[in-house]
């Protein structure tokens, strides 16, 4: 049995790649994309607001030189993923990478959580997951090969008060990524999820600045620190890149240690 694989770095090399990273107008997102478009993808920055997206598009491309799009559909809604996706399909071609990368965050006890939250959460972090990689796996399966990255959290696998909602989505998306893999690997493509730790960005600026909780992130973490969204570049380029074509269904944690230990 012979097959060819590239040999060291050039596997990590993604130029000629065009990937679509949602959510990706700040925070661990943004990070995603310029790290594949430092890789060598051309990258199509997504987020909600259309001037934020084409503004980090453009950032991103001065950064690393790559070739960069911009794009603002609502993930949350089937209709507006299928049209989004068959825009850039038409424009650019069949996405090589997609990074489910969209997700909010509701805090409150579970007796006081409220409908409109669980149905917000449901939507954002999981829905929107099954509607792009539904979408984006039809191109992918006929051209027989294709990366679905998933991001998860440490709350996939733990779980702390006020946050079961959240929890719940991020669990199910392990189980998500395990199933596209059993149903996509037989056509080429790659289906995994990278799980962050807490890490400093936009919307937990609130948590890393008040330093009861800091001090507790610090403490619980073997790293005895907060993440940075740079920390995060090295799984994606891996799961993004030919490095990781017999690597199916996996969560990669990336969180100082923090699920490794008690």
């Given at each position: ?33 310029e790290g594949l478009a430092d890789a060598g993808a051309t990258v199509i920055v997504h987020g909600r607001d259309a ?108 779980a702390r008060p006020s946050i079961a909602p959240y929890s719940a989505t991020k669990g199910a998306i392990v189980m ?87």
């Open positions: 049995m012979s097959f060819d694989a590239p040999a060291g770095l050039s596997a990590f090399d993604l130029t000629g790649k065009l990937a679509l990273v949602t959510g990706s107008s700040q925070g661990i997102g943004r990070a995603l994309a001037a934020k997206a084409a503004r980090t598009a453009a950032e991103v491309a001065s950064a690393t030189g790559a070739v960069t799009h911009s794009r603002t559909f609502d993930v949350t809604e089937a209709a507006a993923v299928d049209a989004g996706i068959a825009g850039i399909e038409r424009e650019l071609g069949v996405p090589d990478i997609l990074v489910n990368n969209a997700g909010v965050q509701r805090r409150a006890p579970i007796a006081e959580f409220t409908d409109d939250d669980w149905d917000e959460l449901l939507r954002t972090n999981l829905s929107s997951v099954f509607y792009l990689s539904r979408r984006v796996s039809r191109g992918m399966i006929a051209r027989g090969s294709g990366k679905l990255i998933q991001i998860g959290s440490v709350q996939s696998q733990l998500f990524t395990k199933g596209l893999c059993a149903d996509l690997a037989g056509s080429g493509i790659q289906a995994n999820a990278i799980a962050p730790g807490y890490f400093a960005t936009e919307l937990t600026n609130a948590l890393v600045e008040d330093e009861d909780f800091s001090a507790w992130v610090r403490g619980r973490t073997p790293a005895a620190r907060w993440g940075d969204v740079r920390d995060l570049v090295g799984a994606a380029v891996f799961l993004a890149s030919s490095a990781s074509d017999f690597v199916n269904g996996q969560t990669l944690f990336v969180d100082g240690g923090m699920t490794a230990v008690v």
